[in-house]
């Protein structure tokens, strides 16, 4: 096994045995029933529905918006405030390994196809990785922000409305175990799962699709890639212009033009192709030497 393939297998490994953690509440999906206990009140760094029954702990996403039209705002800081912290940290790498919606983008992804269905990128790809942002302006932030009900509370409308990860994680299983709440689905689930299964169909096709046009958490990770402590440095004097590193970069980014591009989620997979080396991991700017 080449060391690609050895370093994205870990990559897996590392990416399943998070999600198995962070929704290891295994009853709730028996009992069609959300977990509801302290560590509930914490968030994980990747999307993970609130609603899961097997999630235990809550989506950032998701806690962000619960509470933004609140008059309190103290769970909007400490939710704002546990992102960027991240972001300073790691940048995207949240979304390469400590997201289950990514983990299951990436295993689609792998379903065989005829090479000429495999899509790197068309018209109007760059344009639309900005949708993201809009998204995130628009669904996560003020919607919840200036849409309140009678209380000054605002509804978490991304998730309510768009939300992949939501309706694979909680909507389908709790519908699937609950037999009461089966009796009250209506147009906004068909819409949710519309949005799921063409996602997942893309996935196949287009290296995820969600995490490069829709998502908001990782538009807030993505800021921090060109800051963060954890970064990719390219050593010019190894380089040799061979362009591995740009082919097998499933986000478009170009190492050498941008280590650290707003794309970038920090798979390796660009490390791992270079034959020289050239690509190292930085730490406050401190380059990690490969050993011998």
Same mark, same amino acid.
């Given at each position: ?12 490994? &590392? ?15 028996? #009992? ?28 950032? &996403? ?24 991240? !972001?300073?940290?790691? !940048? ?18 792998? &379903? ?70 089966? =009796? ?21 096709? &287009?290296?995820?699709?969600?995490? #490069? ?14 800051? =963060?402590?954890?970064?990719? #440095? ?59």
């Amino acid at each position: 096994m080449d060391k690609r393939k050895k370093q994205q297998n870990l990559r897996h490994w &590392i990416q399943g045995t998070w999600t198995l953690l962070t929704n290891s509440y295994l009853i709730g999906f028996i #009992k069609g029933k959300i977990y509801q206990g302290n560590i509930k009140n914490i968030c994980v760094p990747g999307l993970n529905c609130y609603s899961c029954p097997g999630a235990v702990a809550s989506c950032p &996403i998701g806690a962000l918006q619960a509470v933004i039209g609140s008059h309190q705002y103290k769970m909007s800081f400490y939710v704002v405030g546990f992102m960027i912290m991240l !972001g300073t940290i790691m !940048g995207r790498f949240v979304c390469g390994y400590l997201c289950p919606f990514g983990l299951i983008q990436d295993l689609v992804h792998k &379903i065989p196809l005829p090479q000429k269905l495999k899509i790197k990128t068309f018209n109007g790809d760059k344009a639309l990785r900005y949708l993201k942002y809009l998204i995130l302006v628009v669904f996560v932030i003020l919607l919840p922000m200036f849409i309140v009900d009678i209380i000054g509370q605002g509804s978490p409308y991304f998730c309510k409305l768009i939300c992949p990860a939501g309706t694979l994680q909680g909507g389908i299983p709790l519908v699937l175990g609950n037999g009461p709440l089966r =009796s009250t689905i209506g147009f906004l689930y068909a819409w949710k799962v519309a949005i799921l299964i063409t996602l997942i169909l893309l996935s196949i096709m &287009i290296y995820r699709p969600f995490c #490069k046009y829709l998502c908001p958490l990782g538009a807030i990770y993505s800021v921090f890639n060109p800051i =963060s402590v954890f970064q990719y #440095k390219v050593c010019n004097d190894k380089c040799i212009d061979c362009n591995a590193c740009k082919n097998v970069c499933n986000m478009g980014c170009d190492p050498v033009k941008n280590a650290n591009s707003l794309e970038c989620i920090r798979c390796g997979k660009c490390k791992a192709a270079c034959q020289t080396n050239a690509i190292q991991y930085t730490y406050f700017n401190q380059t990690k030497r490969r050993t011998k």
